[in-house]
């Protein structure tokens, strides 16, 4: 290991073997990762308490059920274990590498929940404005919850019937972080921002026709909120909005 | 003219100069409009009560002028005049051809109210979302007067403060058509339309920055409405959103 | 109910049970729209007469039998009941639920017809401009005969043979309010809004291919119409052009 | 010349100074069109008697000058000079190289005619939507008339007024080639092209605003023609059309 | 019928039962199509000695076939009858309604030819750059063909590998119309176009990539092409390039 | 005020002057925002400690004033006051409103401080790419401390030098929201994303030129990127990206 | 064979059958490429070594099989044979061909190796970003090595982990030309191109969803990259980058 | 200086104040490039021999004069210096700093010549399609230059004139690099592309008009092209054309 390389290296310094000149010579071209570099991505990891995930879309069942037991032989880390945009297939497969292995069709996400611990500090609230966005808004909530955070649910409260929405201004209010979710037009996280003070992640689905163009409408209408706490991310990307929310939950 | 041609035929039948077979034969190569269709054209006028109009906007001061006293020429007609997308230049031209122009400069509306006679059924609403919204809407809103219409405004009531149009409810409540001008992500009309009964005339503004792209995400916001009383017109058309508004009041 | 939360505290209130400082602070939680306010949306179905509607895309066959069941139960009701976006699996599930459903195919509309109640004042035609646009258009008549209107249709009569359209000018000039369904470049509008005074709702339709790109050429050419009375709906939105000419021809 | 070094070595097989095989190797070496393939382009602007065209947009008016005096200076060519998208500084200049040259503002165009030769066999028809379609219609006329055809126009015959289309339709029919300039919906082509046999040249021009996208609108609407004897050329390229026509018209 | 109508008004002012004036006021209230308008379509197919043309795409088989059988009803027409886009299924339908029917796999065309007439002036000639293009310029030649035109063509030149369409310069030359058919960067219109006179009409294909989208990069191609003589369909539109190409080759 | 109509129904009630089934009557056409509803947004605005603000662009330098000195009149607020979007003859005005004005030409804001107080919890950094991307990283910059929060930025760190960046690691490990600015290809985000744990606000800007479309291609870049923690806001937001970063700095 | 042709005009010539002035006559006629034109193409072919290359997609398994055939009945050429985007079907046909075929299942490709010569002069590095860009960076790796280059890859690098990439620093520098493969934001060949010297040909690939487009936010990312060593091919074409690259080796 | 630092740890460990172990502690919290990483920058701008750049768009010429006079100062480097994208203002000001400076004003490039020597191993020839190409195709031609290599250009050789270009196919044949320069519909790489072994470099400007769309169609042609050996870079980046040529040129 490159550790015990660059420890030769000083060995050699303590030694009188090798003058420090030289020595810095030497550590020059050594690859910078074996200082220690590489570790810090692992902090990363350990300071986030992120679950361990998968994409399943795109990979074969063997392939998500190879990594998954990979992830299950690290006997250090307890976190829960996500494979995301999964089928039945991928499921019969993953079920057979963790018995504890359960999978929310509507989400397409399996999860292997080895802890309960809830690291985040408020609550994250997905709100959603369809029936339709609702996969979407699930593949959010269960990421969330896998994250170790609170969370809630806000579900079918377009702002075609803003009363429907107004009605849970108190829920809205109790949130630290809201993802909302919606197609078409979008507009739901406009009127959502506008009622409350915490970092609203809009979600756009490619929920619609016509003009909807599988989501690039309610991504411009995000985009051009006209409340200011709202941010973006990618159509359907429902997992992106869960990991952001939970990252500042935790801070 | 044509009249005189047709009659002259007929006289030939009546004359028996001619026989019904072969008046047939001529009658066909006459071109239709001749026997009074062009007439339809006029009648249609008549019957909306509609404003003439002429469009400023890529034609000259004194061009602009001229139509206008054409306009005051035909002495029949009491229907208002109309210039949209006027500036300065072309108000003191038609200021000098008619004395009562009168030149609004935030909608760039040059009007000649001739009659002030109310046709149109109902109310019409002009609702708009922010204070750059307000020259479409104002457009639209002195189309809307001048083309015989009863009509009131609400602006600055945006979305992303929900509760500035809810206090409104009973106004919107009352309007027979609405028109909705709204830049940005464009979601007032998906509101708006959810809390009344009357048919919205949504109006996309070139209003935003960025991934507004002109209007484009107001505009596709606006087609992807979830609500189903909500109709579109073409990016800034407060002229066209007015026109299509003052036909449905009157039927 | 709401209402009667309401009337406890104004009960104690009277009774002296609770001072009116106090009561103000339980009314303030309490949802607005126990005051009242979801009444507004109750009302409004019950003014506009409109049809109930399940969109069947994007549901299971039992999802929409469920729902249909529901609202089949709401006794009070005679609405009638649509289906829209079915298909024959859709159709058994909820033949099931009522055997006087019948399924329309070439529009993908299960329609339950419990009224034939005339509420709209007056005609709506719907005319379309080729045999691929009739589905659309077949969704809009349907659509909105199923809320009350007396309908009449024109199919086939595209601009370039311009004649097919011209000999029904009376049939034309007869509606209250036309639906226009083209695809391709999406014309038709512009010539039956210069033939009429009426309002007329243009449906862009997906038919074409090439630079049509699924209905965006026809939807750009009817946004950009010449003619003053033509508002938009979205792309293949056959339904959504008939709740707005249904809410006009109430009016 | 290469002719003669084509000459040359033929004249050395001849006199034997060279093997035909040896001949064969040097002839490889010959750039091809030093073998008369430069003639071809010759004799195509002989055989079409095309116009001599400069495009002024994007050049210098002294630059300009400079090639309209070289064209003057080819004493054996008599056919007509343009100038395209030239304006008064260029027209200056060019002034001063010809005394006869002529600006044509509207669609800035500056024209020498030194032939009034009618070499098209018919009559090309250039037909225009609205006023503002004007100027891309005279660089259509004014070019078509230099490249020795006879023209006729019919302006102001938008589709949204059809009758002032159809009273000309005995024009329309007796056109050899259509021009047909349009924006906006670009609906024309498709009306004008139902009506007669001929080919229909679709020019899309720039006219509108918000949704027309700068002539995309049209453009598209043209591509997506429903009458089958359309073709279509770049936005606002009314010279283009032009020589299109003047090649069909001349075949 | 119409025609019998005006007759009878006509017989009426011959008799002196209807002044001349009274009639006028009667013709003007009859559709115009009565006087012979119809008719106008009915001599533009006889010009043009076009086929007669069934879309098969959309359609099921049995709805082509019954198209098909009223076509060989009409006696005296002796038009080729083509069915575009067909599949093996529509083939079998068709080939039970006219057993002369054939099948065109590569082009998806079916063919019953009942005329060798050739009406066409010259040869259209149909050139296209990949093999993966053929397709639809086998639609284009097919088409061709049977509106009674001469066809050559001149397959797999795409302009990466030049000399291939250099050595049929003398076919390029002899050709009255060019159907110019390219995927990718269509790049072949505008080099064909340098080297020859005769309009070339270009057709995009929807042949290639990523960034070809299906055919726009080939089609802005086109539209840009720095060849005056170039004129453009819609993406994979064979058939209508044929048409075009058939209607400028009969004048 | 509200609160006293409210409590002015209930003294009534109390005192038997009015019934409770007349008082439930009366409450529901009480505007709800009389209930307390509108000073949630008040309320809003003391818990965010958001500083005041005001778009310059748009309005006239005499508007802007007005709505300055507006704010200054309001004696209890001591928010500071932030003009956007601002240039010379805006800030000629608003420095006559109030002499503590000053004017940061880069960004195009004018600030009015009237707190110095940091009420976020941590240091918010601004990250950029290109020292084109100053402007809009200022904007962010001021608007972050000037709404109450610790602020540090990073500039001229993009990824084509990514040494540069790989130095500050450890400032960028220390905030607690980061806001990262870059136009282009929009790549910083990733890179930053993956080297932290924060959450990262990327705004696009519209430097570049071709093909990167006013910010479309940066745009396009965030919304994918393939860091887990980046959230996007519309082009060149600068200000917005502030509000939000101020939004979760301060949860 | 021409070359025959146009000695019989220079023997007729040396017998003086044929004046040098006809023959230069009949050789203009002569198609050039007879002149030996065509060979340039196969110098070309010799020069480069590339390997014959048939595209699978869009022929039948029998077509490539017989082109496979015929390329291997061209004793002379030592070529190896590649059949891009191929399938299972396609390889069993191909086997039959050729017993030595092999077929890598990830990339599409099918590879006759028939000889293991090294014509590059350097190492072509395939840099990927993520797991689902592998296909690609496969069939660039397989195409560059069956064209004569050494070759090396490295898999895996996504800059949202840039310590993976920069451990391999070394490697990147050792390349003579690297191609970079990446999806998403396309993020790769900026922080590539900043780190080496050699030129960097990017592959964006279709990797990616909702605002991805298949492969249009990469594709603008590389076009729009900061690092000026950094060319771009067309989405997914990995097979295109291995040419340039290879091309690039052998200068 | 870090250097130092790292020095000084290793005396620390040589004079054994400093354990091994502890040292290693230590210089995993050094910034990795104060081990010399930043001089591989370094090292690479001296192994590539490029010029010192600075773009002059978006900065005030007293900004551009500084920079060029800091790198005036450097008075070890004898690389030429470039502004890119500059005008007379900014020349003005660098011409005070240097008088040596020369303003190409076709490119708007301002050169500092302060060596001629030629690293580059071929020749780079600059292809260009039409006359206004021609300053985009000189940025890439004075950069090539200016960066030590020897160039040659070919301008006005677009494929509807094709013999021009193939005139020149020596010159073509002898090039180590092409940069081929086209506005419109991009054609020429695939031609160039297809008559040369060696790479070509295309440029799409944003000449045209229309459905040009400022150079998108000649990007996708060249994205799109059929010929192997073609890379793009962005839309009118001459000079990046130019800096990837000459790293090319110089392995």
Request: with cysteine; hydrophobic share 45%; net charge positive.
């Given at each position: 290991?490159?550790?015990?390389?660059?420890?030769?290296?000083?060995?050699?310094?303590?030694?009188?073997?090798?003058?420090?000149?030289?020595?810095?010579?030497?550590?020059?071209?050594?690859?910078?990762?074996?200082?220690?570099?590489?570790?810090?991505?692992?902090?990363?990891?350990?300071?986030?308490?992120?679950a361990e995930?998968?994409?399943?879309?795109?990979?074969?069942?063997?392939?998500?059920?190879?990594?998954v037991?990979?992830m299950?032989?690290?006997?250090?880390?307890?976190h829960n274990i996500l494979?995301?945009?999964?089928?039945?297939?991928?499921?019969?497969?993953?079920?057979?590498?963790?018995?504890?292995?359960?999978?929310?069709?509507?989400?397409?996400?399996?999860?292997i929940?080895?802890?309960?611990?809830?690291?985040?500090?408020?609550?994250?609230?997905?709100?959603?404005?369809?029936?339709?966005?609702?996969?979407?808004?699930?593949?959010?909530?269960?990421?969330?919850?896998?994250?170790?955070?609170?969370?809630?649910?806000?579900?079918?409260?377009?702002?075609?019937?803003?009363?429907?929405?107004?009605?849970?201004?108190?829920?809205?209010?109790?949130?630290?972080?809201?993802?909302?979710?919606?197609?078409?037009?979008?507009?739901?996280?406009?009127?959502?921002?506008?009622?409350?003070?915490?970092?609203?992640?809009?979600?756009?689905?490619?929920?619609?026709?016509?003009?909807?163009?599988?989501?690039?409408?309610?991504?411009?209408?995000?985009?051009?909120?006209?409340?200011?706490?709202?941010?973006?991310?990618?159509?359907?990307?429902?997992?992106?909005?869960?990991?952001?929310?939970?990252?500042?939950?935790?801070?």
């Open positions: 290991m490159n550790q015990r390389e660059l420890l030769k290296i000083l060995e050699s310094v303590k030694a009188r073997k090798l003058s420090p000149a030289k020595a810095i010579e030497r550590l020059k071209h050594l690859p910078f990762e074996d200082l220690g570099f590489a570790k810090v991505d692992h902090h990363r990891a350990l300071r986030q308490g992120f995930v998968v994409l399943g879309k795109g990979k074969t069942p063997q392939q998500v059920a190879e990594i037991k990979a299950l032989r690290k006997k250090d880390s307890r494979v995301t945009r999964a089928d039945r297939q991928i499921f019969a497969a993953v079920k057979k590498a963790s018995r504890s292995a359960k999978f929310h069709e509507v989400s397409g996400i399996i999860a929940e080895r802890t309960a611990e809830i690291s985040g500090k408020g609550t994250i609230l997905v709100v959603s404005a369809g029936t339709s966005d609702i996969p979407v808004a699930e593949e959010a909530l269960l990421t969330a919850r896998m994250m170790g955070n609170r969370v809630e649910h806000l579900y079918d409260v377009g702002v075609a019937g803003i009363h429907r929405l107004l009605e849970h201004r108190e829920k809205l209010a109790q949130a630290r972080v809201i993802i909302c979710v919606a197609g078409m037009e979008g507009a739901l996280p406009s009127v959502v921002g506008g009622l409350v003070a915490a970092p609203v992640i809009a979600v756009p689905t490619s929920v619609g026709y016509g003009a909807s163009f599988g989501g690039i409408a309610a991504l411009l209408g995000m985009l051009n909120s006209c409340a200011s706490n709202v941010t973006v991310v990618n159509i359907d990307n429902g997992f992106g909005a869960a990991c952001v929310a939970s990252c500042i939950n935790r801070i």
